[in-house]
């Protein structure tokens, strides 16, 4: 496979809304020790790529300045200590950024197969998701079978996600959504019960089931004492992102008679081992999921790589379901 020198790629030219992404031709990544050169076809478009524009929240010091936390395509280059992948593999991998270009370095380890029969562009809906989702609800929040789990904004990406892996792990699944037409996605994709919390009381709903064993959370703000009062005695909540603040006063005398936990992660900033071992249970439990018919991305809409504002103003509407994914170089 012939590597350019120059590539065209998304930029951030300055914090602010959507408009300020930009197409310009930037140079081709050159892999490093362990790391693989990834021909993109498809990245996927996630909420943090658009606080990442908004000045919210910055890439790691040595990650690539350009948006993007997850892609598809064939491997381009490899780097030296390189051994599973080949010229020419499919892939879908987790990034850490770089995604809205032509071409994507990432860890070889964070790259996994494209599942048998699935297209390019489903996969690249993957692994931002099933990473979050995989790895802050069984890792960290242990979840098992016949445990309840509510999982908020259940149309969202990490949304779609979590029902049908929760589902597919044989918990009685809960979610939130903001309306009726929503909620009726939520019960197709697994969900016992959708709460339409617009109209409805999702800590009065929960209590009366006898309360969720885990919350998967990224609103925050108000949410974080009606989570409290949502949950089962030992139940746990898993904070992933704060959409309406991350400041609240609680009182931690209910945390402590109900012995309830409160934990919490962000994928981005985790080590490249950290990564490489979610990545390994990803690929031994939620492959097996997408085998057997058991997970499906949900993909709300797609847009060519010039387009990108487009995108961005799309997944910051509270119109989209599932996610949405940029056409970068598609299945050629």
């Known amino acids: ?66 948006p993007g936390l997850e892609c598809s395509g064939h491997v381009a280059a490899i780097g030296p200590g390189v051994t599973r992948w080949a010229v020419g593999d499919p892939v879908c991998a987790l990034l850490p950024g770089g995604g809205y270009a032509e071409y994507a370095l990432t860890a070889a380890d964070h790259a996994l197969p494209i599942p048998a029969g699935m297209s390019l562009r489903d996969a690249a809906c993957l692994p931002e998701t099933c990473f979050t989702v995989w790895s802050n609800i069984v890792m960290r929040g242990g979840l098992k079978a016949g445990e309840r789990f509510l999982v908020h904004g259940g149309t969202s990406g990490i949304g779609t996600t979590a029902i049908q892996i929760a589902r597919a792990l044989g918990a009685r699944v809960f979610t939130t959504a903001s309306s009726d037409k929503k909620c009726a996605v939520c019960m197709d994709l697994g969900a016992e019960k959708a709460i339409n919390y617009n109209e409805q009381d999702f800590a009065a709903e929960m209590k009366a ?71 390994a249970q990803v690929e031994q439990h939620v492959w097996p999921m997408i085998a057997r018919g058991a997970l499906k991305p949900v993909i709300d809409s797609e847009y060519p790589l010039a387009e990108t504002p487009a995108a961005h103003w799309r997944i910051e509407t509270p119109g989209h379901i599932g996610k949405i994914v940029l056409k970068v170089q598609g299945d050629g």
């Open 209 to 279: 089931v006898g309360g969720a064993d885990l919350i998967l959370d990224m609103v925050g703000g108000s949410y974080m004492s009606r989570n409290i009062r949502s949950l089962a005695d030992d139940g746990r909540l898993v904070q992933i992102a704060f959409l309406t603040g991350p400041k609240v006063e609680l009182n931690f005398a209910e945390v402590m008679m109900r012995r309830l936990t409160i934990t919490g992660s962000t994928l981005r900033p985790q080590s490249d081992l950290a990564k490489a071992r979610i990545a």
């Open 1 to 66: 496979m012939t590597v350019p020198d120059a590539m065209l790629a998304i930029e951030i030219t300055q914090p602010g809304p959507p408009d300020v992404l930009a197409p310009a031709s930037v140079p081709v990544p050159v892999p490093k020790h362990g790391q693989i050169l990834i021909k993109v076809a498809y990245a996927g478009v996630n909420r943090p790529d658009a606080l990442q524009r908004a000045g919210a929240y910055n890439p790691p010091a040595n990650a690539s300045p350009l």
